[in-house]
């Protein structure tokens, strides 16, 4: 089987940077993606990650450790706008086509 | 360019009836997925579209959905009949690539009473 785990909640300052953990148990992995989504709105692709080591996209960079099992998306500058969900997903090769999100982590960023 | 559009965005209809979504995906997108996300729990897959053909379906929960891409364009997914278990929001994405870097549409919240 598989399974995706990433911290519920967590809250962040204005300015300040946050890091987002996921850690992911599957067999034949062969990606893992990080998705935005803002209350009642669509998930928003952020990352694609399918080789170790750090993506780097403006204030976003995600982290992939394969032998670890183990990822992280890194927010710097943050703004009140990325108070949202972030969503930690992976593909397999066995079914490429289908991808497989965790439950999200609700970020709060404060003044 | 418009991006992924799904209609109805809410719906509210009594257990035993019959719903039917649709989605639009980007222009030019030969992938179309559907995704549920029921209250609480995370985003899960539905089926995925190669064009008009569907390339997996694994993710359908029984033969109460059915989902159709006549002519490769628009998709739609109905439900026949509901039950109170299939409440939640459903999600079309397309892509041209890779299935993950899929663009979003806004869903579909239904509500079965």
């Known amino acids: 089987g598989q399974n995706i785990d990433q911290p519920t909640e967590m809250t962040a300052t204005e300015g300040a940077i946050v890091q987002i953990n996921c850690t992911y148990q599957?067999?034949?992995?062969?990606?893992l993606f990080w998705y935005q989504q803002h209350a009642g709105e669509a998930p928003t692709f952020l990352s694609y990650?399918?080789?170790?080591g750090l993506e780097e996209k403006g204030r976003f960079s995600s982290f992939l450790s394969r032998s670890k099992g183990y990822s992280y998306l890194l927010l710097k500058e943050l703004q009140m706008k990325d108070s949202a969900s972030y969503l930690c997903a992976v593909s397999r090769y066995s079914s490429a086509s289908k991808i497989i999100f965790g439950s999200g982590t609700r970020l709060s960023i404060r003044p | 360019e418009a991006g992924v559009t799904q209609f109805p965005s809410h719906s509210v209809i009594e257990k035993g009836q019959t719903v039917t979504l649709r989605c639009d995906p980007i222009?030019?997108?030969?992938?179309l997925y559907w995704y549920r996300r029921v209250m609480g729990k995370e985003i899960k897959f539905l089926l995925h579209f190669v064009k008009e053909s569907k390339q997996d379906e694994s993710g359908m929960p029984n033969n109460r959905f059915l989902a159709e891409r006549t002519g490769g364009t628009y998709s739609t997914l109905k439900v026949q009949p509901a039950e109170l278990e299939d409440s939640g929001v459903y999600f079309c994405a397309s892509s041209q690539g890779a299935p993950g870097i899929a663009f979003f549409g806004q869903g579909t919240r239904l509500t079965v009473v």
């Open positions: 222009s030019g997108h030969d992938n």
């Open positions: 599957t067999s034949g992995f062969n990606g």
């Open positions: 990650n399918v080789l170790d």
